[in-house]
Each structure stands twice: as C-alpha cells, then as structure tokens.
C-alpha cells in the first residue's frame, strides 16, 4: 500500500494591487515539494486572487477562503481536519497572532519575510534580502527558531536556476547591450510600462525590447498597444511559462525597485538593472531599502523618486 504523501499548505495573495510576487515565490517552493512527492495547496482570499499565475503548476490545487482573516484559521482546518505538515505564510498582513491560531492545525510553520516589520509565531523564517541582518528578527522571533538569510534561500524554479551558469558565461561576453528586458511586475498597477516604453521611443535607442506583463494587468491592452506602435521591435509577453529563457537572454533589464530587483532571476543572472523607484507607487523608503538590499545582487542603477 503507497503511503499517504506529506501536505505543505501556502497562504498568499495576488491580485492587481499587490502583484504576483508572493504567489510566484511560493509556488517555485511548491513545485519542488510536489517532485519530491508532497501534496500541496495554494490559498488565496477571495479578494485577492485575480493575478494569481493560472493555471497552477501539476501537483499544486487552488484554495480559495474568505475576506476575514480571522475567520482563516478555522477555514483550514475545516478543509484539511487532519491538519497539515507544513504551512507557509507568504503576507505581509499576517503575523504571529496569525500563526499561533494555526498552531493546532500545523505541524511546522514556515514565514517568507523580507520587511523584518512584524513579529512571528513560526518555526522556520526565511528572508531572502541580501542586506537582512539576523539581529533584525532578535525581537520579532521567539528562541531557538531557525532563520533562513539571503538570495541563498532564495525559492527559485529549477528552470531558471539551471541557466545560472549559462546566463553568467554569455553576460562575460556582452559588450553593448542589444535586448532589453522590461518588467514592473505581474500587473504593474502604476502602468510605469508604457511611460518606459515611450522615453525609449523618444531615445532612438536600437535594442530589441522584451516585456513581461501578467494577464492580470490593468494596463494590458494600454502596453499592448504601445508595443505594436514602437519604433524598435518590442514584444509583449503575458502570462509565459518560458520566462527563465526570456531573462537569460536579455542584456540589461528595467523594473521596479521593489521585491522582483532581488527575488527573481536577474538578480540570479547577474543581470545589470535600472530599477525605477516611481513615488506613485512606492514610498520613498521603500524605495531605497529595496535598492540597497539588491545592490549585492548584481550591477544595478536605482533612478530614485522617478514621476510618471
């Protein structure tokens, strides 16, 4: 008789608003769970799914819960009674009152942080900001938890990981950049891709332009139409599986300075960036923590305090 597979449960959101970045980081350590044979499940509020990257990969189910987060815990455990080997809290609004209410439920929990901001009732933190400092957490853990720092622990899908090293040997070999990767995000909610795309086309600039945009985007069809009326050739690309061979061959990428400037594949290619700091969209301080906790990462420029 085949045993029963271990179950790894993960709460996050995406949505219009927040983006997909949660979602994605969570899914890449789902997907590894699931090859190793895990039962796994993604759960999302119903308020907050509409950028979720559909459809989910093999292995991994879709949950949907209620708008009340207080009302979560006791929604797990009427879904799952038997509880769940591991739960995997991906919010930046929820804390450790959140996890010691799922405590009955889970037998390990495990936070993604990367704003050391909140405290947590968990069993494994992992922060994957390059700059994070365990002292940080001193006060936001209780003792003896195991904290997890660095692009190290970073959750990344084994496609994009196994092009590191020929992503690495092609950037020794690029000297004038040709292709141009743009992406603020899943959904992009400031719509910064077209204000991009048009000083490109005022700049006369020659490169061929590659735009990652998820089909939750409010701005699609705006960027869409940008696109095809370019002066250079651009290409929009939407809700794509194969991103890990778009990064890899792109020589200078532009997007946002916030969580995709270190937790995501160019930071894993090296890649040189100019991350866009755009005050409609991120406070000033946000902006520049962003920018030094990538810094590490690769070759990078922040344009702070950019106006769309």
């Not at 459809?55 to 009340?68: A, K, R, Y």
């Not at 090293?165 to 992406?183: G, K, T």
């Not at 869409?224 to 020589?251: C, M, T, W, Y």
Request: aromatic share 6%; glycine share 8%; with cysteine.
């Amino acid at each position: 008789m085949k045993p029963e597979s271990r179950l790894a449960v993960f709460r996050a959101d995406a949505s219009s608003t927040i983006g997909a970045g949660h979602a994605v980081r969570c899914l890449s350590l789902a997907q590894a769970l699931a090859g190793a044979g895990w039962s796994c499940a993604l759960v999302s509020g119903c308020d907050a799914n509409d950028a979720l990257p559909l459809p989910l990969p093999p292995g991994i189910t879709g949950v949907e819960l209620g708008s009340i987060a207080a009302a979560e815990p006791d929604e797990l455990t009427a879904r799952w009674p038997d509880g769940c080997d591991l739960f995997v809290v991906d919010h930046y609004h929820r804390a450790a009152d959140y996890e010691r209410a799922c405590r009955p439920w889970a037998r390990r929990i495990l936070a993604l942080d990367d704003l050391a901001d909140r405290p947590h009732d968990c069993d494994f933190l992992l922060d994957p900001a390059a700059c994070r400092l365990a002292s940080e957490y001193t006060d936001l853990l209780p003792e003896g938890r195991t904290i997890l720092l660095g692009p190290a622990y970073l959750p990344l899908r084994a496609d994009f990981a196994a092009r590191r090293r020929h992503a690495l040997a092609r950037r020794d070999l690029v000297e004038q950049p040709r292709r141009l990767l743009l992406s603020f995000g899943a959904t992009d909610p400031g719509n910064a891709t077209s204000a991009i795309l048009d000083t490109l086309a005022q700049s006369q600039l020659q490169m061929d332009v590659d735009i990652l945009l998820g089909a939750g985007s409010p701005h699609l069809e705006a960027v869409r139409q940008k696109a095809e009326a370019a002066p250079f050739p651009a290409v929009l690309h939407v809700g794509i599986d194969n991103v890990a061979d778009l990064l890899s061959a792109a020589d200078l990428a532009i997007g946002a300075g916030g969580g995709g400037a270190w937790a995501c594949p160019p930071s894993c290619y090296a890649q040189p960036q100019i991350n866009m700091a755009w005050l409609k969209v991120w406070t000033p301080p946000v902006q520049r923590w962003c920018w030094e906790t990538s810094r590490p990462c690769g070759p990078m420029i922040c344009a702070m305090d950019f106006k769309l």
